[in-house]
């Protein structure tokens, strides 16, 4: 297991950082996809000022080790759990659980009742194991390529 994890709330200062954990984790981490759906799905770590305000308007939490971002989730004012991405390497320690803890402890704090989201294949094992049902299937199309997703669904209790 990686030593000292911590769970942040992540800043803008981390952003930058973040797009290159989504690229990687992309690239390395999952793969039940092609290398074409990969590359088509993340051609280039993602940056810039509309990469910022699309994490901006959301609550973002990260796991790090030593100032290093080993992986994050981020949660819309809607309940959509709308990025999950987790360094290969870190894959397979809990972090994904903390980090679910985390987002759950939040929704929860400000009333939300359900959470839902679009897992890739690599995500729908570890979302199932935090309580996630998948309620369809469906196939997105990026640069080309088709790539197979989940909308998911977690009622929250409690």
């Avoid at 297991?1 to 990687?24: C, K, Y």
């Avoid at 009742?113 to 299937?137: C, M, S």
Wanted: proline share 4%.
């Amino acid at each position: 297991m990686t030593p000292h994890v911590q769970i942040r709330r992540a800043s803008p200062a981390d952003f930058e950082a973040l797009g290159e954990v989504f690229h990687a984790a992309i690239r390395e981490g999952a793969a039940q996809y092609t290398e074409a759906e990969r590359a088509a799905w993340s051609p280039a770590p993602r940056a810039g000022e509309a990469r910022a305000a699309h994490l901006r308007a959301q609550s973002v939490w990260l796991a790090e080790t030593g100032g290093r971002p080993l992986g994050f989730l981020a949660l819309t004012e809607q309940g959509c759990v709308d990025l999950t991405y987790i360094l290969a390497e870190a894959q397979g320690q809990g972090l994904f659980r903390r980090l679910c803890d985390a987002l759950e402890g939040e929704a929860r704090r400000v009333g939300m009742v359900r959470l839902w989201t679009d897992a890739n294949l690599h995500a729908k094992g570890p979302f199932e194991a935090v309580g996630f049902t998948a309620a369809y299937a469906e196939t997105v199309e990026r640069s080309g390529e088709q790539l197979k997703r989940f909308r998911m669904e977690k009622t929250l209790h409690g």
